[in-house]
């Protein structure tokens, strides 16, 4: 079997569609493929590239052509769908990453319940994290407040240790604000959204209402945020190949 039809066989395998860490991990273990080769991520990372075979979802998000329609996947290129459909997609995406980092970092994860039912990839959020119930951590209000924020991780007594917000299409502002009403947890303070936006943030974080929380939030981009996923992932996968 030659490499580019394991690629094939395991994104048919996985559903139509698969991260570029799960491809990693999966394809090797298509028994009739001989990789040949000291760097087998790159010879995924070239073939999903330049075959026709594939198609870019989002960074580090692979599809089979042939399955993008049934799926209802849009390109980032954001083609042939109306835009509201685009940005849920990527939304639900990078909701979603920030999970499964969570989760493999250790932390108790919370999304809130009106993202529970909605997927990423082929998983519907709500079975990804791992808290069904908001940790009452502190006042009722405060608590319902955090409950709004897009990804939350846990430490192991139940308090917030980081706050996430996904600013795909939105005002940043409103995370800040957000992040104003919960400035007295020890906890970090993270706006995600694209590389393009980071000048924005920088400007609204400046602004007189924010200055109780200068400093305290951080801007990641998509695609340090896809890098940071793939590591964790493969370091899971390795963690005990000695």
Not at 40 to 61: D, Y
Not at 77 to 98: C, F, N, P, R
Not at 177 to 202: G, T
């Amino acid at each position: 079997m030659k490499q580019y039809e394991a690629v094939i066989q395991t994104l048919e395998r996985l559903g139509g569609q698969a991260t570029l860490a799960d491809l990693y991990r999966e394809a090797m273990k298509v028994k009739d493929c001989k990789w040949g080769t000291k760097t087998p991520f790159a010879s995924i990372r070239r073939i999903v590239q330049v075959r026709p075979e594939f198609v870019k979802i989002r960074p580090g998000l692979w599809a089979l052509r042939s399955y993008q329609a049934k799926l209802g996947l849009i390109d980032q290129d954001g083609k042939g769908q109306a835009t509201s459909e685009a940005i849920e997609q990527t939304h639900a995406y990078y909701q979603g990453l920030l999970v499964e980092i969570g989760n493999l970092r250790g932390f108790d994860t919370f999304v809130p319940n009106q993202d529970k039912n909605k997927k990423f990839i082929s998983k519907p959020r709500g079975e990804m994290r791992t808290l069904q119930e908001l940790p009452p951590f502190s006042y009722s209000d405060l608590v319902r407040r955090g409950g709004t924020v897009d990804v939350t991780w846990f430490n192991h007594r139940r308090m917030p240790n980081s706050f996430f917000e996904v600013e795909h299409s939105t005002d940043i502002q409103g995370s800040l604000v957000k992040f104003c009403d919960l400035q007295d947890f020890h906890a970090r303070m993270i706006v995600v959204a694209d590389e393009s936006r980071r000048a924005e943030f920088e400007h609204k974080q400046r602004l007189t209402a924010f200055d109780t929380i200068q400093g305290r939030v951080s801007f990641l981009d998509y695609n340090m945020l896809v890098k940071n996923f793939e590591y964790e992932k493969l370091r899971a996968i390795h963690k005990f190949a000695l």
